[in-house]
């Protein structure tokens, strides 16, 4: 990761799955949300957290893990790319390429076990999928934490903001499995890897600036660390209005639905009856009633016969 691409590579991946997950959860909570209010007649699944987002339906009406196969396949090129470039005169020299490589092998498991557990090859609770995530993220919180010996105080400063957000993408998970119908926390769990994403190309332009109108950072200087932390902050500003904006994008399809209902006419929703209908419920009340009274008068002399021959 020592070049700006080396930083806008795993940035993409994050902010790619951050809003894949994102739209995913929204999609599902609202369509759930629009069948219990009776907005929509097709049937929907009760809204749980989870990691992976299947894509649904298909030819074959099973759905595709396509998010779980992505993230193991990307995370296999990054573990190739680390090696070939890591290596020089047929040895591995680069320490920090070996440990860009874990953490690339553990966000790949966590990408593998999903699409095995999809398919059924491994048979458990959709709840295991955190667990793999946790193990990944707690992979890539120590690897940064102990990836910077040696680092200008800037350097430092940048990838310490990142364990932030890791560990509330932690503490977030943790949340969703012990109330698995509260999209919040899966909302803020995606946030947290969304800001890590536009936080890695951020930090690709502060230290390995790739174009002459990106400015260059001094690595030493006293103002660069509280001119990056308000650049931090406006990261978590930026992709929070995002998240708004996309929850109000997709909002609007059960906002639609609300104003058709509303709009519908009143005849539409409560038939008038005409009098010929008053008349037949009348009718069957009545009759209804008669016999009633019959079978009751029956029970009467039925016991009194019965007391009689008593």
Known sequence: MGTFAGHALPGSFFIFFSVWGLWDLLRRFYRRRAYELHLS???????????????????????LPLDSMLKAITCLIGITGEVITGFKDGKFVHIGNIQHCTMYSTFALSGIAE??????????????????????????????????HGRTPLDIYLHMLLLGMILLAI???????????????????????LVQ????????????????????????S????????????????????GIVLLASVMSLRLGRIDFRA??????????????????????????????SAEAEDSRTMFNTAADRST
């Open 171 to 193: 503490i977030s998970g943790f949340a969703e499995v012990y109330m698995r119908d509260q999209p919040i926390y899966a909302i803020v769990r995606n946030w947290s890897i």
């Open 41 to 63: 007649s097709t049937p929907e699944p009760k809204y749980y957290n989870r990691v992976s987002s299947p894509l649904t339906g298909g030819c074959n009406g099973r759905g």
């Open 197 to 220: 994403g536009t936080w890695f190309w951020q930090v690709g332009a502060i230290l390995y600036p790739a174009a002459s109108w990106m400015p260059v950072w001094d690595g030493i």
């Open 262 to 291: 509303a709009a519908k006419p009143f005849h539409t929703q409560h038939p008038e009856h005409t009098i010929e209908d008053l008349s037949a419920d009348m009718s069957t009340e009545m009759t209804l009633y008669a016999a």
């Open 222 to 241: 006293k103002e660069s660390i509280p001119a990056a932390a308000n650049l931090f902050c406006y990261h978590l500003l930026v992709d929070f209005v």
């Open 115 to 148: 699409t095995l557990m999809y398919y059924g090859i491994i048979k458990t609770s959709v709840q295991v999928e955190y667990v793999f995530n946790f193990v990944a993220l707690l992979s890539e919180g120590f690897l940064f934490l102990f990836h910077l």
